[in-house]
């Protein structure tokens, strides 16, 4: 049987573009699974959570973005930034963030269409948390995220301790208060808390908290406002976690 030569190459190029195609093909399934791998790899290997409640903060997020970077920039580490409805440019800070991609932890970013409270803000960000430690921390900036770091180291080394409240009045670290009432209203408050529940906390209403696993599969917060703090220690309270206190800095905002 004669093969006519003009045929015979068009059928040699035709096998050679379809194998080449196969090949990228290939590379390109070969390039996702191992993306896949990684994304499942870093989930798996989540210790620690850190759960930002954001609500009109762009003036404060592109500084805490940066030491969030200084201080828990590994993969062990997921950032989880809840935007509780903000209508100033803080979304825009955030996108900016993410997409400049000069991070190595997970930042997950959640939006809340409708201002809903701080406290639903935190119950989002719990659900969605995947570390062995959650991290609850203010985007303000009024906390210092070096403080943040050492608490975690603090509860990372030591297995018995489950629970660390920041306390801003047992420190000797650098201050900055210029509202007598407000610092006033939130002594008054822990005082009636350690009354209720025979506590001795110097300050249930600290922004920095880091928790155990195991504390959060035993509460159930509902509170959505400011009052979260209140419903979280007690919760913690009732379900026989001792809460340690640990002396940070403080920087009331202006």
């Known amino acids: 049987i004669e ?11 035709s096998a050679i573009e379809m194998f080449q195609k196969l090949q990228e093909d290939l590379e390109c399934i070969e390039e996702h699974c191992k993306e896949y791998w990684i994304n499942m790899h870093q989930e798996n290997n ?62 997950r970013v959640i939006k809340i269409d409708i201002n809903s409270g701080k406290g639903k803000a935190l119950q989002t960000g719990i659900k969605n948390s995947k570390g062995e430690y959650i991290l609850l921390q203010d985007a303000d900036l009024e906390l210092d995220t070096k403080d943040s770091l050492e608490m975690y180291e603090m509860i990372k080394k030591n297995k018995e301790i489950k629970c660390i409240f920041g306390s801003r009045y047992l420190s000797g670290k650098l201050k900055k208060n210029n509202y007598f009432f407000n610092n ?14 025979s506590q001795s906390l110097s300050d249930v209403h600290c922004g920095l908290k880091i928790l155990h696993r195991s504390v959060i599969d035993k509460i159930n917060l509902t509170v ?30 202006t």
């Open 46 to 107: 989540i210790n620690l959570s850190v759960v930002i409640p954001v609500f009109n903060e762009a003036n404060f997020l592109p500084k805490l973005f940066i030491e969030l970077t200084n201080h828990f920039n590994n993969h062990e580490t997921e950032i989880i930034i809840v935007n509780d409805g903000s209508t100033d440019n803080s979304e825009y800070e955030i996108r900016n963030f993410k997409e400049n991609l000069n991070y190595n932890f997970k930042l």
């Open 3 to 13: 093969l006519d030569g003009n045929i015979f190459k068009e059928c040699l190029y």
């Open 184 to 197: 006033l209203v939130g002594k008054i408050n822990s005082l009636v808390f350690n009354i209720f529940f």
């Open 224 to 253: 959505n406002d400011f009052g979260i703090e209140i419903d979280l220690a007690s919760q913690i309270v009732r379900n026989k976690f001792f809460i340690y206190e640990y002396g940070v800095s403080y920087y009331f905002r």
